[in-house]
Protein backbone atom coordinates (compact mmCIF):
# COMPACT_ATOMS: atom_id res chain seq x y z
CA UNK A 1 0.00 0.00 0.00
CA UNK A 2 1.01 3.65 -0.78
CA UNK A 3 0.91 6.47 1.62
CA UNK A 4 -0.58 9.58 0.21
CA UNK A 5 2.05 12.32 -0.16
CA UNK A 6 0.27 16.00 0.84
CA UNK A 7 1.01 18.79 -1.09
CA UNK A 8 2.89 21.28 -0.59
CA UNK A 9 1.40 24.58 0.71
CA UNK A 10 2.73 27.91 -0.55
CA UNK A 11 1.25 31.10 0.52
CA UNK A 12 -1.08 32.88 -1.60
CA UNK A 13 0.38 35.26 -4.08
CA UNK A 14 -0.07 39.28 -2.60
CA UNK A 15 -2.08 40.88 -5.32
CA UNK A 16 -0.75 44.60 -6.43
CA UNK A 17 -3.40 47.50 -5.64
CA UNK A 18 -4.46 49.02 -8.61
CA UNK A 19 -4.71 52.09 -6.12
CA UNK A 20 -3.48 54.61 -4.40
CA UNK A 21 -5.52 56.05 -1.35
CA UNK A 22 -4.29 59.26 -0.01
CA UNK A 23 -6.52 60.77 3.08
CA UNK A 24 -6.21 64.18 4.27
CA UNK A 25 -7.04 63.72 8.09
CA UNK A 26 -7.27 67.63 8.51
CA UNK A 27 -10.10 68.16 6.26
CA UNK A 28 -12.06 64.91 7.30
CA UNK A 29 -14.70 65.17 9.76
CA UNK A 30 -15.15 61.24 10.10
CA UNK A 31 -18.56 60.46 8.83
CA UNK A 32 -17.52 56.70 7.93
CA UNK A 33 -19.31 57.44 4.54
CA UNK A 34 -15.46 56.20 2.46
CA UNK A 35 -15.06 53.31 4.59
CA UNK A 36 -18.90 52.24 4.36
CA UNK A 37 -18.53 52.73 0.11
CA UNK A 38 -15.43 51.03 -0.51
CA UNK A 39 -16.37 47.32 -1.53
CA UNK A 40 -13.01 45.67 -0.83
CA UNK A 41 -12.53 46.78 2.82
CA UNK A 42 -9.78 48.83 2.18
CA UNK A 43 -10.27 51.76 4.58
CA UNK A 44 -10.89 51.41 8.24
CA UNK A 45 -11.67 53.88 10.81
CA UNK A 46 -9.05 54.79 12.89
CA UNK A 47 -8.89 54.21 16.79
CA UNK A 48 -9.60 57.40 17.77
CA UNK A 49 -12.50 57.76 15.29
CA UNK A 50 -11.79 60.48 14.07
CA UNK A 51 -10.69 59.85 10.48
CA UNK A 52 -10.60 56.56 8.17
CA UNK A 53 -7.11 54.90 7.24
CA UNK A 54 -6.02 52.90 4.55
CA UNK A 55 -6.09 49.32 6.27
CA UNK A 56 -5.71 47.07 3.51
CA UNK A 57 -3.97 48.70 0.39
CA UNK A 58 -3.68 45.71 -1.50
CA UNK A 59 -7.36 45.37 -1.77
CA UNK A 60 -8.11 49.04 -3.74
CA UNK A 61 -9.68 48.45 -7.20
CA UNK A 62 -9.01 52.04 -7.75
CA UNK A 63 -13.05 52.53 -8.02
CA UNK A 64 -13.14 55.69 -6.62
CA UNK A 65 -16.22 54.87 -4.03
CA UNK A 66 -14.60 56.43 -1.65
CA UNK A 67 -13.31 59.72 -2.73
CA UNK A 68 -16.04 60.31 -5.29
CA UNK A 69 -18.73 60.34 -2.16
CA UNK A 70 -16.89 61.91 0.11
CA UNK A 71 -18.06 64.97 1.22
CA UNK A 72 -15.43 66.85 2.45
CA UNK A 73 -13.22 66.12 -0.87
CA UNK A 74 -10.91 64.14 2.23
CA UNK A 75 -9.96 61.14 0.25
CA UNK A 76 -8.06 61.31 -3.27
CA UNK A 77 -7.45 57.45 -5.50
CA UNK A 78 -4.56 57.68 -7.71
CA UNK A 79 -4.97 54.70 -10.37
CA UNK A 80 -1.59 53.02 -10.38
CA UNK A 81 -0.04 51.53 -13.59
Known amino acids: MTEAVPAPTQAPARK ?3 GEV ?3 ATWCKGCTICVEFCPT ?3 AMHPSGR ?3 VAVPENCTACHFCDTHCPDLAIVVRKLA
Do not use: G, T
Request: charge should be positive.
Open 51 to 53: HPI
Open 41 to 43: NVL
Open 16 to 18: APR
Open 22 to 24: VIY
